[in-house]
């Protein structure tokens, strides 16, 4: 896990809400994007193994560059989709060299900056989609220059095309870092925790032969059972009443 490994940048995770950022860890084998999405486009991403960057053309001040839009294809016409218009910042060259790659370590971040997918990747993008990329210029930074950068990429994105699919930059996950049972029993582990330290907390019943019991009531989320005197919460990790119910499988 990056956040465990080099906590050192988590700083510079904090700051942007949804984006892309290129780091570059001296003696690492591979540069690593970060990528901070919403929750949703984590999972799409998940599902399909991969997703997708496309270099967008725009006009900023009569003078041609282009911005980024990561696609997460949830839906093949509709994909869930994130704009990040570039200027000349610090940074940025490091991501133009990134997406020349042919590979990278790819960290993926949800809203609340925790790591919930990370990954070796490999990357494919065609001859002319690297040229335009290696020839473009940025301009500087303009708050208002960067909102038409995104209203010109989203009229762009809406009227793409199979060729434009084509000539995207894509990104297939290979090889995950973060395994999926030691996620799942972390993140458990700091849910429990964090209820137990804050309240008081009855562990729900798995036994379904109690469906049987007069004093048994089912919990929706888990299909667990409790005494019909405690209370039920509406999933689990999510406590109400002063005795509330938890299922710690």
Known sequence: MLTIRHPEIMPSVYQPPIGLLPLWIEGAERPKLIIKAPKEAILAAKLMGGFKIYAVPVLVERKRTFGLVTAFFDDADAPLVTYTPLFTEPGINRLRDLLLCTAMDVYIFDENNRELLSYAAGIKCSAATRRFIADAAFPPFDYYWAISSMKQMGTWFSLRTAKHDRAAISITLLNPYLQKTSLSRTCAQRTIL????????????????RARSKSATLCSFCTGYSPQNRSITAHCGLLTGRKSLMCLW
Not at 194 to 209: F, H, K, L
């Open 194 to 209: 964090t209820m137990v330290v804050n309240r008081s907390v009855t562990p729900c019943w798995r036994d379904r032969s």
